[in-house]
């Protein structure tokens, strides 16, 4: 056999090929992420949230497009097309081009000067769908990755014209080069993924909507760039006519989709983003009345149904089925007329809108065709890239080459995240990971830095060109921060991340044996690795860094208060180094891992995880609590509308899976105790035929327990009469050819889903039943011609290619869709059926010979191993996965995995795909042989513990507690397990939990120095704690986009908001602050799950007393504010500075007292 | 374990107030929650705050129990500090205050807290309650575990009353349930309901006199208890 490589590609970087990227570099597999535009993101980026939960779409996505543009692995090429590919599976040869950006992305410091200068400004912006504009030379938004400018070279005055230059003058950092040319470099790569995404169609097709002529009517991802706080309006809900705030906004569906002569198919997503546009909206202006038009409303996925149900009755949607046919104008106030039928009247009505929202189309990537050209790939007939079949819908009909996202069909975020790392688990079948050996670079041996030597500090202070430099005295700076303690060397450069800087901070440690470093620069969510990796190269531990923002946090929002700016840079590098002299190096934690997995439940995902896993080469421990594998498989008659015929699918399966030897397979068996974490778990198996114990050591674990169809006893006299049946049990009778014909069927769909009333049945969409219950309805009338079938349902919800089967049952079946539920009733044994046909509104009575009921897919009862391992799950009894939409197949604690339909109601093809993710996330750890974890984490003193477990109350990752199997009971913290919140440090009572990097003897230093400046304006001094993921960031945003604040706020950084305790804020008060801000994630965002609440928690009490002492409420605040809202970021600072000016300085009795403080210590006993 | 809550923080003020040099006891005993050095710490910050609010100057420390009832753990913890301070604020149920009191007879001692009653944490819900009155003559082992003293308004023996409607109690108008509809459903779970028929005699409230105390009788003869007093 001969060698295999180690390179696969993914082409586009959009949320999917991200996700693959990362899943295959993870893994160890070299990766080469092409992508056409300049930034990763994709259709992501652009969005403001994401449903069923509103997350922030750019906070929850923006750092996974930094990690994937920083891991070692990976290759990103931006800006570059895949031009010609040759070769085969396992050794393909991939042409890429890398267009010029006209841009030395070495040196360009994404600082933003060239396109100030740029006079072409009226270009517009590709990622604002048009209704923002871009200059010639360009980032296309804040949170772009790579940060850096491009020269759109059809635009460029220079480049077309031949004159201008403006931006090289622009320019400090010598980045432009007109001279630049394109590239094509070649790739050996041993298999390709797919991930191009989608575009939408233009509406102006159906010209009755008069989409580009009526400027109020927009398309929803317009609208979602005008929802989006760091968009073209920054947030606000402007119409384009008359830039005035809209009132009445309609919503429309189906525009394109779902049509015979333009998209004969479903769009998939839209009813979801209708419902969260339309919710946002009320949230952002309560006073805004929003109208959806639609068919039927379509869910694909876990907790949507809910939220399509919450729309309605908690946001006040106003629903109404049916598209309008046309849009008219009113020409003097630009209103919109839309002309609609009301279902409830039996009325066709006309409502005035100030806005109309198009649901446009999803279509194929434009050039698709092309592309799949180049790599010798079949679309289907609606021009999306053709799979195998319906169930192995990530291969192309090309071996080696994979499709994932929304380029194979209309998908959601979360769907395309869990196809993303299957097709990474099948790209990887072709490759080798890099060994050990490769993936190891070489540094310099580690500087010994005892925590007792006497601090050495380096403070470089960056002037960004004029960025920093041109706002602030940077020699005054400079001057000042020589005469701080411990700082033994000090120098200004005018840009220091360029690489000339690098060499120059290496020399400096070298030189002045300098035992830490602090850069004043931009801000550390971009630049800090930059600086740790520097002094990493010079010998010093990446954690004996510090950042001091002084460009988003002062240059940039201070434009126009040059002493005051520099005043505040003073003290934030005074903050700096007083934190930077408690610094300790930090060494990443490692864990073994065993080489074996195991997979709970031996259903297809379980199945197919097990033989991904197996085929790479580790032991796999497959457990079935059933006598026999394949689960819900072994029920089913034909798979899809391919008619994939189950039986034998599953003994292909089966076949396969048993020629891997490295599987161990235990029926009838059931898990009863777990012990340990990722890396080396200690699992017992009981049999339940002879009790017999099998003890087990994992490394990873997956849960694909499934779920099955209820039996709805109770509904329609099911299991007193044999001809009323489930689905399934009819199932059974096709493939029995128990059927006769010329009988009358019915099918009632939902029955026992989607109630409200908790006591009919659950609350969720099954999401399949729609299409068994065609496929059914086909079947009978293709064997049984002279049946007759009525279908009673309330939406009829298919995926995209199953659409024209639709069609195709509707022309000799009747649908009868129902808002009340029928009534059956068995007379002299005879049934009759009677429901209310809301389009006739009529009754109508149906004498049945079957009647067919289509029920929920429950999952099992799954108490018990959900206390084992530890993890949850939701209200309906699904497991609950780490993030809905972001990571669908890991659960929040580490080594723990998800697939199938115990994660929530999914199709065969999807658990398939789940079940290839989540082997492909559990190899990571089984390739690695170690796992590995930052080292911020807490660190339990246990002199001090006195076990009361609060901070395993407030862990969300299982990773403190009391491990009860110690002769003492204290707390243990798992380092491996941690995330580095800081949630329990601030909750422990007992002041015995440390963080590592964040500890208390780090901040609190910190909160005196802030205390201690001059604040030239003298007063308000505020103090404001943000936390790292969203208010920082927010802060960040905002100062990229230069919105100026007061400058008396001295900003400190935290990972989470729930690591503030409240002594922190109260030292605060103490030493002088006159307010304390507290910015965290928006509830519900958290980037640590609930350490937001946490902070609420103690953020309310701490209000409540600080009142009675005497210090007004008002001058503690809280604020959520997320990674996109700079603007808001401004507002609230600006308003919080307004108010404590108004209250004045604290205390109002003068400032003579201050107290002589005693150290305080634990005295234990 | 105690469940105790917080006073006021003016409450809390108005007591130190005589005293500019204050030591503050946190107790890492079983009081819920727990009121470690950490909590000890946010009151020394808010009544300094205080003090700092109506312009005086308040001098504190912050140390930590093992716990308060115990007298040799907190006489060994806290007598180093008793010379530099005027007043203890103890952080413990009544129990600890009592006893700082006791072993700390230089100076007073003052609660910061309220004890409320024994009871459980429901750490999941975050709540406490109140499941034994510490009676003294317990019936828990007639009643399938669920205590009609604390759980019953009448604090009846016999139940339940006439009171009680849909297995909710008439007390606080229907909201809490009726422990002796608690305590048939329990037997009858697990077959006891012969306990339930049986009639139980009034209780006995000799053991429930205030204040009460135990000493645990020595099992040996005075002429043994000669010997090891001799030996010493």
């Known amino acids: ?111 933003g000067d060239c396109s100030e200068k740029c006079p072409m400004k009226k270009i517009p912006n590709e990622f604002e769908e048009g209704i923002g504009l871009r200059q010639a030379i360009y980032i296309p938004f804040p949170q772009a990755v790579p940060r850096k400018a491009t020269i759109d070279a059809e635009k460029c005055l220079f480049l077309t014209k031949g004159a201008c230059k403006l931006c090289i003058d622009a320019c400090g950092a010598d980045a432009i080069d007109f001279e630049m040319k394109d590239k094509v470099v070649e790739y050996n790569v041993a298999s390709i993924i797919v991930a191009t995404g989608f575009d939408l169609l233009d509406p102006s097709v159906l010209a009755r909507y008069h989409y580009g002529e009526y400027p109020n009517v927009i398309t929803a991802m317009q609208y979602e760039r005008l929802l989006s706080a760091s968009g073209p309006t920054e947030g606000e809900l402007i119409r384009p006519s008359d830039k005035k705030h ?39 202006a309560p006073d805004t009345n929003v109208t959806i038009f639609f068919n039927d409303t379509r869910v694909i996925g876990k907790n949507q149904e809910e939220f399509i149900e919450r729309s309605k009755y908690e946001y006040k949607l106003k629903y109404f089925r049916g598209i309008p046919g046309d849009i008219r104008e009113d020409p003097e106030t630009r209103d919109l007329i839309v002309k609609h039928a009301n279902l409830d009247t039996g009325e066709v009505e006309t409502t005035k809108f100030d806005l109309v929202v198009l649901a446009n189309a999803v279509i194929p990537r434009r050039g698709a065709e092309k592309l799949a050209d180049i790599l010798g790939i079949d679309l289907n007939e609606l021009g999306f890239f053709k799979t195998k079949n319906s169930i192995e819908d990530l291969q192309s009909t090309r071996t080696g080459i994979y499709v994932t996202g929304s380029c194979q069909s209309p998908d959601d975020i979360a769907n395309s995240v869990a196809k993303a790392s299957g097709a990474a688990a099948l ?88 035992n830490r470093v602090i850069v004043a620069a931009c801000t550390p969510r971009t630049h800090e690795p930059l600086f740790q990796r520097t002094i990493r190269e010079a010998g010093l531990n990446e954690y004996l860094f510090n950042f001091v923002s002084i460009r988003e946090l002062d240059s940039w929002v201070h434009m126009k208060e040059r002493e005051k700016a520099t005043d505040k840079a003073k003290d934030l590098i005074r903050m700096g180094v007083a934190r930077t002299r408690f610094l300790k190096p930090e060494i990443k934690i490692k864990g073994d891992v065993v080489p074996e997995a195991l997979i709970i439940g031996g259903g297809i995902a379980g199945m197919t995880s097990a033989m991904v896993i197996a085929k790479k080469g580790y032991k796999v421990h497959l457990v079935e609590k059933d006598d026999k594998l394949g689960g819900q498989l072994n029920l089913i008659y034909k798979i899809n509308f391919d008619r994939i015929d189950s039986i034998e699918f599953l003994e292909e399966k089966k076949i396969e899976l048993n020629k891997l030897k490295n599987i161990t397979t235990y029926l009838n068996s059931e898990i009863f105790d777990v012990k340990g974490s990722i890396g080396d778990f200690k699992i017992k198996v009981k049999s339940k035929i002879d009790d017999k114990i099998s003890d087990l050591n994992v490394g990873v674990i997956i849960v694909a327990t499934g779920a099955y169809e209820h039996k709805p006893k109770g509904w329609y006299h099911y299991g007193e009469d044999a001809r009323v049946m489930t689905q399934l049990e009819l199932s059974v009778k096709l493939k029995d050819k128990e059927l006769k014909d010329d009988e009358t069927l019915v099918f009632i769909h939902c029955v026992g889903s989607r109630q409200t009333d908790q006591e009919k049945g659950v609350s969720y969409c099954s999401l399949i039943c729609c299409g068994e219950s065609i496929r059914h ?75 067919v009921l289509s029920t929920p897919l429950v999952p099992y009862d799954n108490k018990l191993l959900s206390e ?298 | 374990m105690i469940i105790t809550q917080q006073k006021d923080i003016n409450e809390i003020y108005e007591m130190i107030k005589p005293y500019s040099k204050i030591l503050i006891a946190g107790c890492d005993g079983c009081n819920q929650p727990p009121r470690s050095i950490n909590e000890a710490k946010v009151l020394g910050q808010l009544l300094e705050l205080k003090a700092k609010t109506e312009g005086k ?81 317990c019936l828990l082992g007639v009643t399938g575990g669920v205590c009609p003293i604390a759980g019953c308004a009448k604090h009846l023996n016999n139940g339940p009353c006439g009171g009680t409607v849909d297995g909710l109690c008439e007390v606080g108008g229907y909201t809490r349930p009726c422990a002796w509809i608690e305590i048939y459903k329990r037997l009858k779970k697990f077959d006891r309901l012969d306990l339930f028929t049986k009639y139980r005699p009034a209780r006995d409230y000799r053991s429930a006199t205030s204040p009460s105390f135990i000493v645990i009788n020595k099992t040996y003869t005075n002429e043994e208890e000669k010997k090891k007093e001799e030996k010493k």
């Open chain 1, 427 to 514: 790209a990887a079948l072709h490759a080798e990971p890099l060994s050990k050996e490769e993936q190891i670079i070489e540094l310099p041996p580690l500087k010994i830095v005892n925590e007792r030597d006497k601090p050495r500090i380096g403070v470089f202070i960056c002037k960004c060109g004029i960025n920093i430099g041109g706002y602030m005295d940077i020699p005054d700076i400079l001057k000042y921060t020589k005469t701080l303690p411990d700082v033994v060397f000090s120098m200004h450069n005018k840009y220091s991340c360029s690489s000339l800087t690098q060499d120059i901070i290496k020399e400096k440690i070298e030189e002045y044996d300098l």
């Open chain 2, 57 to 137: 100057a308040l001098i504190w420390k912050a140390i930590t129990i093992l716990r308060q009832c115990d007298d040799r753990i907190a006489a060994t913890t806290v007598r180093p500090f008793l010379d530099d301070y005027e007043a203890i604020v103890s952080l413990a149920c009544g129990l600890g205050v009592v006893m700082m009191n006791k072993i700390a007879d230089k100076i007073l001692t003052y609660p910061a807290q309220n004890s409320m009653f024994g009871g459980v944490q429901n750490a999941s819900e975050n709540d406490f309650i109140q499941y034994c009155e510490t009676c003294g003559d």
């Open chain 1, 1 to 111: 056999m001969t060698e295999k490589l180690n390179s696969v590609m993914v082409i586009g970087a959009g949320i999917s090929g991200i996700e693959a990227a990362l899943s295959l570099g993870e893994q160890g597999y070299k990766v080469i992420l092409v992508e056409k535009s300049p930034s990763v993101g994709g259709r992501m980026a652009q969005l403001d949230k994401t449903f069923p939960t509103l997350d922030c779409s750019i906070c929850i996505l923006a750092p996974k497009m930094v990690e994937v543009s920083r891991h070692p692995n990976i290759e990103l090429l931006t800006y570059s097309e895949v031009q010609k590919v040759s070769g085969e599976a396992g050794k393909f040869k991939v042409k890429v081009l890398k267009k010029s950006r006209y841009v030395n992305t070495e040196k360009c410091t994404g600082c």
């Open chain 1, 777 to 851: 309805a086909l079947y009978v009338k293709e064997n049984y011609p002279k049946s007759n079938i009525y279908v009673l349902y309330r939406d009829i919800r298919v995926g995209t290619d199953e659409e024209q089967f639709y069609w195709e049952a509707r022309e000799n079946i009747n649908y009868i869709r129902f808002n009340d539920y029928p009534d059956v009733d068995i007379n002299n044994g005879k049934i009759n059926v009677r429901v209310n046909d809301i389009l006739t509104q009529i009754n109508l009575n149906i004498q049945a010979d079957r009647v």
């Open chain 1, 868 to 1165: 084992l391992l530890k993890v949850p799950r939701d209200q309906n009894g699904f497991f609950l996965e780490a993030h809905i939409k972001l990571r669908p197949i890991d659960f929040a604690t580490d080594g723990i995995f998800l697939a199938g339909t115990s994660h929530g109601p999914k199709g065969i093809a999807d658990s398939i795909s789940q079940g290839r993710g989540a082997a492909a996330h559990a190899l990571i750890p089984l390739i690695a042989g170690i796992v590995e974890n930052e080292p911020l984490v807490s660190v339990v003193n246990p002199s001090l513990c006195i076990a009361c477990q609060k901070c395993e109350e407030v862990c969300n990752f299982g990773a403190i507690g009391v491990n009860f199997d110690n002769d003492i009971l204290v707390s243990e913290s798992n380092p491996l397990l941690c995330k580095g919140c800081g949630d329990c440090a601030a909750a422990c009572p007992a002041g015995a939990i440390t963080m590592s990097h964040f500890a208390d003897n780090q901040l609190t230093p910190m909160i005196s120095e802030a205390l201690k400046g001059d604040f030239i304006d003298e007063r308000p001094r505020i103090v404001a704690f943000l936390c790292n993921w969203c208010s920082y960031a927010g802060a960040d945003t905002c100062g990229v986009s230069r919105f100026q604040y007061p400058t008396n706020i001295r900003p400190i950084r935290v990972m989470c908001t729930g690591r503030i305790p409240k002594s922190y804020v109260l030292q605060a008060f103490l030493e002088g602050a006159d307010g304390v801000f507290i910015g965290g994630c928006h509830i519900g965002d958290c980037h640590y799950i609930e350490g937001n609440y946490d902070a609420l928690q103690r953020y309310n009490e701490l209000k409540e007393v600080l009142e009675k002492v005497g210090i007004e409420p008002e001058r503690f605040h809280l604020e959520w504010i997320s990674a996109s809202e700079g603007k808001r970021f401004a507002k609230v600072i600006t308003d919080f500075v307004g108010k404590i000016k108004e209250l004045g300085p604290l205390p109002k009795t003068g400032d003579k007292i201050i107290p002589k403080k005693e150290e305080k210590v634990k005295e234990g006993a």
């Open chain 1, 246 to 284: 809209g009132h009445d906004i309609a919503f429309i569906g189906c525009v394109g989709s779902r049509n015979e002569s333009i998209c004969p198919y479903c769009s998939k997503f839209c009813c979801m983003y209708m419902a969260k546009e339309g919710v946002v909206t009320r949230e952002h």
